[in-house]
């Protein structure tokens, strides 16, 4: 299994409050995404990054920000949740162009 | 218009069954093909990948490329009851920042 953890693996919030999922990667991936996963829409990029303090937007990134302060850390915040919102979150790695690796997900729910 | 598409089924097969799994996509710029399996409430494994165009096996999964009509499979030899999972397809270029653009997801059941 590729070295990625994320935290909290399940997490029930309230509309309005901010939210924060951490990546954390042991295999110095230059890489790092941050996807949701909605039945119908497959796969959506919200955010990555390519360097510490390079980061770039997604297709649904309105209502997400994030951050990269170390190459093994990726912090994905939802600044103020709505329902919208509620989800499955993967992060992911790469470091070549030919294969990423998924986290085993961060369920989030939003009422 | 979707960069890749993919039917999501669901597919039902047989144990024993070949199944075959299906992407069809629109820029042929595309270089490298990959296949994801993901097991309910799990994240994506890779399963295989191919550069271009041609075929790779790797015990009972080939994955076949067709550049030419923007056309990529996934077979599995002998299905089996743990290769019910939900295939996904994903898709980049050679050199342009690692970007990767993915099917939705094919659902598959093997029965015993």
């Known amino acids: 299994d590729a070295g990625i953890t994320q935290s909290p693996r399940h997490k029930v919030t309230e509309t309005g409050t901010p939210v924060t999922l951490r990546c954390h990667q042991t295999e110095n991936h230059r890489y790092m995404y941050w996807y949701r996963q909605d039945p119908g829409h497959g796969l959506r990029l919200i955010h990555y990054s390519y360097g510490v303090k390079d980061t770039d937007k997604g297709e649904v990134s309105d209502g997400y920000s994030v951050s990269r302060s170390k190459t093994e850390d990726f912090l994905l915040t939802l600044e103020s949740a709505t329902s919208s919102q509620t989800s499955v979150y993967f992060c992911a790695i790469s470091e070549s162009v030919n294969t990423i690796y998924f986290g085993e997900g961060s369920w989030l729910t939003v009422v | 218009q979707k960069e890749v598409e993919q039917d999501p089924g669901p597919l039902s097969v047989p144990e024993g069954a070949i199944v075959s799994l299906n992407c069809t996509y629109s820029?042929?710029?595309?270089?490298?093909f990959m296949w994801y399996r993901q097991y309910s409430r799990k994240g994506p494994e890779l399963l295989m990948y191919t550069y271009s165009s041609g075929n790779k096996e790797d015990g009972r999964f080939t994955a076949q490329v067709d550049k030419s009509s923007k056309y990529i499979s996934l077979f599995i030899r002998d299905s089996q009851p743990s290769d019910s999972a939900t295939y996904l397809c994903a898709m980049s270029f050679s050199n342009t920042g690692n970007q990767f653009y993915f099917g939705t997801g094919t659902s598959l059941t093997v029965i015993p």
């Open positions: 820029n042929s710029a595309f270089q490298y």
